[in-house]
T-cell receptor, first 111, second 115 residues
Framework: KQEVTQIPAALSVPEGENLVLNCSFT??????LQWFRQDPGKGLTSLLL?????REQTSGRLNASLDKSSGRSTLYIAASQPGDSATYLC??????????FGQGTTLQVKP | EAGVAQSPRYKIIEKRQSVAFWCNPI?????LYWYQQILGQGPKLLIQ????????DSQLPKDRFSAERLKGVDSTLKIQPAKLEDSAVYLC?????????????FGSGTRLTVV
């Protein structure tokens, strides 16, 4: 049974700091891995999608890496801003499109 | 392009009452998902439809939860009777093609409080 774990559960950093969020999964047979952002009272927004054959993806200040053999992914956020404050969720996908989520990391970026 | 629509946004009910949630996916999306997100946890898949057929309902508590997707478009999720532990946000999502992550879109969710 696939299990996804995210560390840390919460993180508070000053504005401008670079930070790393961690995600681990128990079964390396994944189809892809996604990082989502969730703002209070809103749905999930996909930030980055890494196919199982890829090692990393980048979008602006965000960079996500994937190491299937070790069952790990990291989300790197450069030069954090108060607008980055949200909950970040990691999810692995099965072949049917089912997403299995971690419990999330709640990030607060202080001005 | 309109997003995934869900209603109501909020619902408060007493335990043992029944409740229903509605989801209208993005037009043309064949696959529809219902996820349950308990406070402090990640979403958990309850049921997945492809058109009007069920693909996966392995984590749906079938003694109290039911869902249908008539005509392969809108979907309703029902809880009867509700328990305190059903308090959660219920998220609907849709995607154009089963198994493809592209175009996977979530609605804003329905927040259910059972008292």
């Amino acid at each position: 049974k696939q299990e996804v774990t995210q560390i840390p559960a919460a993180l508070s950093v000053p504005e401008g700091e670079n930070l790393v969020l961690n995600c681990s999964f128990t079964d390396s047979a994944i189809y892809n891995l996604q990082w989502f952002r969730q703002d209070p009272g809103k749905g999930l927004t996909s930030l980055l999608l890494i196919q199982s054959s890829q090692r990393e993806q980048t979008s602006g200040r965000l960079n996500a890496s994937l190491d299937k053999s070790s069952g790990r992914s990291t989300l790197y956020i450069a030069a954090s801003q108060p607008g980055d404050s949200a909950t970040y969720l990691c999810a692995v996908s099965t072949n049917t499109g089912k997403l299995i989520f971690g419990q999330g990391t709640t990030l607060q970026v202080k001005p | 392009e309109a997003g995934v629509a869900q209603s109501p946004r909020y619902k408060i009910i007493e335990k043992r009452q029944s409740v229903a949630f509605w989801c209208n996916p993005i037009s043309g999306h064949a696959t529809l998902y219902w996820y349950q997100q308990i406070l402090g946890q990640g979403p958990k898949l309850l049921i997945q439809f492809q058109n009007n057929g069920v693909v996966d309902d392995s984590q749906l508590p079938k003694d109290r939860f039911s869902a249908e997707r008539l005509k392969g478009v809108d979907s309703t999720l029902k809880i009867q009777p509700a328990k305190l532990e059903d308090s959660a946000v219920y998220l609907c999502a849709s995607s154009p093609i089963t198994g493809s992550p592209y175009g996977y879109t979530f609605g804003s969710g329905t927040r259910l409080t059972v008292v």
